[in-house]
């Protein structure tokens, strides 16, 4: 079995702005278990979505009795791979993310979408998903709910790094402008399967 997320937060900013955060959130005061980011590749579809990969690095301290499971030399850094399908016509952005490493121990899966709020146009709701599997005997049940209490803590951390951005990005210059509770899940999302090609051109909004 696998534990499964569901929830939504909304950000009082616009889509504009929040897309042009979400490049920009690291590092912040409430990231600092994030050590790397970095964009794998990138391209623009005929269609004009933005489709871009990148690869983050975060620390993973592991609860006592799990480090008795493994040795002392394992990594506790996870590698994380983030796609991410912009449309800025209908202004959304959809975000998969799963980690590349220790999935013996415990794979985290995420969707995001990011969405113009429905009753204020002005602000951006963000639907999130999420899995927590493991495949260690005996103990997955206990993995799994620890994963589970990580990532919602995780989420809080994330919403607060969104909100620290944003109100920093309002008292700059605008840098661009676009044109425009917990259950069961039998598996994991299904990524789109878009294939990785060389980037030859972003969204001239998105700043470096």
């Given at each position: 079995m696998v534990k499964y997320f569901l929830g939504q937060s909304v950000l009082r900013s616009s889509w504009d702005q929040v897309f042009a955060a979400f490049w920009?959130?690291?590092?912040?005061?409430?990231?600092?278990?994030?050590?790397?980011?970095?964009?794998?590749?990138?391209?623009?579809?005929?269609d004009q979505k933005l489709l871009s990969r990148r690869l983050l690095t975060k620390t993973n301290r592991m609860p006592r009795w799990a480090e008795r499971l493994f040795p002392a030399n394992v990594a506790h850094s996870v590698y994380i791979l983030e796609?991410?399908?912009?449309?800025?016509?209908?202004?959304?952005?959809?975000?998969?993310?799963?980690?590349?490493?220790?999935?013996?121990?415990?794979?985290?899966?995420?969707?995001?979408?990011?969405?113009?709020?429905?009753?204020?146009?002005?602000?951006?709701?963000?639907?999130?998903?999420?899995?927590?599997?493991s495949s260690l005997f005996g103990v997955s049940r206990a993995v799994q709910e620890f994963g589970l209490a990580r990532f919602k803590s995780n989420v809080t951390k994330t919403m607060k790094g969104f909100e620290y951005i944003l109100a920093k990005l309002q008292?700059?210059?605008?840098?661009?402008?676009?044109?425009t509770d917990t259950g069961v899940s039998p598996r994991g999302p299904a990524w789109c399967g878009v294939p990785p090609v060389s980037w030859e051109l972003c969204l001239a909004c998105i700043v470096n």
């Open positions: 920009q959130r690291y590092p912040n005061p409430y990231s600092k278990h994030v050590l790397t980011e970095d964009i794998v590749h990138r391209e623009v579809t005929p796609d991410s399908i912009v449309d800025p016509q209908n202004q959304t952005m959809t975000t998969f993310t799963w980690n590349i490493n220790h999935a013996r121990l415990m794979v985290v899966e995420e969707r995001c979408v990011y969405c113009v709020n429905s009753d204020n146009s002005g602000w951006t709701e963000i639907r999130r998903e999420a899995w927590v599997s008292v700059l210059p605008p840098t661009f402008s676009l044109l």
